[in-house]
Nanobody, 120 residues
Framework: QVQLVESGGGLVQPGGSLRLSCATS????????MRWYRQAPGKERELVAS????????NYVDSVKGRFTISRDNAKNTVYLQMNSLKPEDTAVYYC?????????????WGQGTQVTVSS
């Protein structure tokens, strides 16, 4: 059974930091591209950061470049999102996503989301 479980969200003041974690199981983590998305109220879900399985280019949405860092630990089947210098506009539900292939079929898995609120 595939599971993606996010944690680390919460309430933080502007300028603060949070580290999100996404612990996974049930698929071959090391072969999947891992992504963080977010969705603010009334807005579409937005790709925040993407990290390929091995090597490759790490991508960020322009609004978080220089503030957020995606990383992964293949030994722990976990992906992280370090968020620094947080702004009120970063407020959203953050979702972990795993994208890859298994038995020739595209697989696209989602976590349940974790709320991040940036407010004074």
């Amino acid at each position: 059974q595939v599971q993606l479980v996010e944690s680390g969200g919460g309430l933080v003041q502007p300028g603060g930091s949070l580290r999100l974690s996404c612990a996974t199981s049930g698929f071959t983590f090391s072969t999947y591209t891992m992504r963080w998305y977010r969705q603010a109220p009334g807005k579409e879900r937005e790709l925040v950061a993407s990290m390929p399985s091995t090597g490759g280019i790490i991508n960020y949405v322009d609004s978080v470049k220089g503030r957020f860092t995606i990383s992964r630990d293949n030994a722990k089947n976990t992906v992280y999102l370090q968020m620094n210098s947080l702004k009120p506009e970063d407020t959203a539900v953050y979702y972990c996503n795993a994208f890859g292939y298994s038995l020739g079929v595209v697989r696209n898995y989602w976590g349940q989301g974790t709320q991040v609120t940036v407010s004074s």
